[in-house]
C-alpha cells in the first residue's frame, strides 16, 4: 500500500495535485476540507460545529478530525493506499495518523511538502473566494489560517523530517509541471 500525504500551507495546491495524485495511483484521496465542507452543506451536528471553526480559520478540534478518519481508515477497499490532503495539521493528528495505520498494518510512506511564498498563497485564496466564493476564502479569515498553519501546522515538518519521510516540492508555476515533480518523487517509492 502506497499511503501519501500532501502537505501545505492554505492555497500551496494540495487539492489541485491531491486530485492528480490520486488518480494517477489509484489512491483513496481524502481531504478533510472537503468532508467538513460536505457535512457542512448537509446541516449535520458535525457539520454545525466544524463550520463555527472554519468560519474563523481555526482548526476543527482534533477529535472530530480524527473519528471522521479513522472510521475511513476502516472501511475503504479496492484502492492502493490513501492520499491524504489537509492531513493531518497538527503533531496530535500525525501521532493518531501513525497509530490508525499501525492498526491496519500499514504506515505513511511519504510526505509531499509544497513550497509557495505567501503572497502567492494570499492571492490564490483571494481568486478562488472571487470565483467559486468559498466562506473561508476572504482577507481576514486568510490570514488567520496561515497563522494557524505557522503555529499549529509547520511543527509537523520536524515530525516527518525526523522519521525521513519529507519531500520538499517547488509549488510555484504550471500545475502540469508541479505534478511531474511529484510524479518522479511517487515513481522511486514503486
Ligand atoms: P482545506 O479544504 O484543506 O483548504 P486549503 O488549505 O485552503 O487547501 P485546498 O486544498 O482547498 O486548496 P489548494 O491549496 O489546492 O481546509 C479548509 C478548512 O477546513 C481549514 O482551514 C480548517 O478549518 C478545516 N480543516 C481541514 N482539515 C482539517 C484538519 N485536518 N484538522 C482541523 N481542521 C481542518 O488550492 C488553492 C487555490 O490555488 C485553488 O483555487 C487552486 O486552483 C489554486 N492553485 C493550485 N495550484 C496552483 C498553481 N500551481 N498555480 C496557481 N494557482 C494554483
Not at 10 to 15: D, E, I, L, V
Not at 152 to 177: H, R, W
Amino acid at each position: 500500500m502506497l499511503n501519501i500525504v500532501i502537505f501545505g500551507a492554505p492555497g500551496s495546491g494540495k487539492g489541485t495535485q491531491g486530485g492528480m495524485i490520486a488518480k494517477r495511483y489509484n489512491l483513496q484521496h481524502v481531504s478533510t476540507g472537503e468532508l467538513l465542507r460536505k457535512e457542512i452543506k448537509n446541516a449535520t451536528e458535525l457539520g454545525k460545529t466544524a463550520n463555527e471553526y472554519i468560519s474563523k480559520g481555526q482548526l476543527v478540534p482534533d477529535t472530530i478530525v480524527i473519528g471522521m478518519i479513522e472510521e475511513l481508515i476502516k472501511t475503504t477497499t479496492g484502492v492502493d493506499g490513501f492520499l491524504f490532503d489537509g492531513f493531518p495539521r497538527t503533531v496530535t493528528q500525525g501521532v493518531e495518523l501513525d497509530k490508525k495505520l499501525e492498526e491496519n498494518n500499514m504506515s505513511i510512506s511519504k510526505v509531499l511538502c509544497l513550497d509557495v511564498e505567501e503572497n502567492e498563497l494570499i492571492e490564490r485564496l483571494l481568486n478562488r473566494g472571487k470565483l467559486e466564493g468559498r466562506a473561508d476564502d476572504n482577507r481576514e479569515t486568510i490570514e488567520s489560517r496561515l497563522d494557524v498553519y505557522h503555529n499549529q501546522t509547520q511543527p509537523l515538518i520536524d515530525f516527518y523530517n525526523k522519521q525521513g519521510k519529507m519531500s520538499v516540492i517547488e509549488g510555484s508555476g504550471d500545475i502540469n509541471a508541479i505534478f511531474q515533480s511529484i510524479v518522479e518523487v511517487m515513481d522511486n517509492l514503486l
